[in-house]
């Protein structure tokens, strides 16, 4: 079974976390933001032969993170793993949101004077 993927403009596998991430994508892209500027699990870098693959990226104009999202499945617990795993990420990209959700309940920070603070996804510019 297949599920399409309008930014890799494609048919994906449909795994539980494929529907996740197709989910955010759609709220995302009717807030506006631009589907060429997203990226969907590309390896970004590799850190001792760990192959460092967000989810979703999405770049502001001038090619610069902007959002990270790590998605899970709709049966997949948030837990301190997950947040953990997308702040390792954040490490290297320094971007202005993180999200992480499994459909369920999902979770934003913004960076604001060096510190992430919750925010809700309606708040995401």
């Known amino acids: 079974m297949t599920i399409y993927c309008i930014i890799r403009q494609k048919f994906v596998k449909k795994t539980p976390e494929e529907i996740i991430r197709q989910f955010i994508v759609k709220i995302l892209l009717e ?27 999405v770049y502001d104009t001038n090619y610069n993170p902007y959002i990270i999202v790590e998605c899970k499945a709709k049966n997949i617990n948030i837990k301190e793993n ?44």
């Open 31 to 57: 807030k506006g933001f631009d589907k060429s500027l997203f990226r969907i699990e590309k390896q970004i870098f590799n850190v001792k032969n760990f192959n460092f693959r967000p989810d979703i990226v």
């Open 82 to 125: 997950t947040i953990e795993q997308i702040a390792n990420y954040n490490r290297f990209l320094n971007s202005k949101y993180l999200i992480v959700t499994n459909g369920v309940k999902i979770y934003c920070w913004e960076k604001i004077n060096d510190k992430y603070i919750n925010i809700s996804l309606k708040d995401l510019k």
